[in-house]
T-cell receptor, first 113, second 109 residues
């Protein structure tokens, strides 16, 4: 158990809908990262927040957005969902900006039908 | 930006043999090189990392080597066991964080 929690574990929704994925980092970690992992693909970095502020952006679509709240939990919002958005979404956290030492949550499996 | 290439994409070894996974990177500013193991249905887990000023690091059956001049680093697993079967990702971090494309390792009992 990494100490990072993600909810929900599974999510099934229809095209065009909007969903919110939630992540709680390890106690004391200030950084939160979001990744997308599609079938047979690697980990695609989406976005990094540090202590409430956006620190880096990866291949995140304009339909996707994220934020980190004062209590350090983070939410990833996915809107106008398409079939291709079906994937595993992982959240990770790290102490400060120790990017090389990330602790991953169990993931949220999103299925868009 | 950084480009991290990882080979092979799949690897099968007999139990007890060694496994080697190789990665190359392009950004000279990269200074940490972690390796992650992802078991089926789980998130990736950090198993070992190496700093750019170190050539080799060992932790029991796992070792990582780094050739900073050639910009490549490798993961070595000795005396492989069935529980080593997983997908392994290398990564490089400096100004930004980049994952390799992953290697699916199967250890055959």
């Amino acid at each position: 158990d990494s100490g990072v929690t993600q909810t929900p574990k599974h999510l099934i929704t229809a095209t065009g809908q909007r969903v919110t994925l939630r992540c709680s980092p390890r106690s004391g970690d200030l950084s939160v990262y979001w990744y997308q992992q599609s079938l047979d693909q690697g980990l695609q970095f989406l976005i990094h927040y540090y202590n409430g502020e956006e620190r880096a952006k990866g291949n995140i679509l304009e339909r996707f957005s994220a934020q980190q709240f004062p209590d350090l939990h983070s939410e990833l919002n996915l809107s106008s969902l398409e079939l291709g958005d079906s994937a595993l979404y992982f959240c990770a956290s790290s102490v400060g900006n120790r990017e090389h030492e990330q602790y991953f949550g169990p993931g949220t499996r999103l299925t868009v039908t | 930006g950084e480009n991290v290439e990882q080979h092979p994409s799949t690897l099968s070894v007999q139990e007890g043999d060694s496994a080697v996974i190789k990665c190359t990177y392009s950004d000279s500013a990269s200074n940490y090189f972690p390796w992650y193991k992802q078991e089926l249905g789980k998130g990736p887990q950090l198993i070992i990392d190496i700093r750019s000023n170190v050539g080799e690091k060992k932790d029991q059956r796992i070792a990582v080597t780094l050739n900073k001049t050639a910009k490549h680093f490798s993961l070595h697993i000795t005396e492989t066991q069935p529980e080593d079967s997983a997908v392994y990702f290398c990564a490089a971090t400096g100004n930004q964080f980049y994952f390799g494309t992953g290697t699916s390792l199967t250890v055959i009992p």
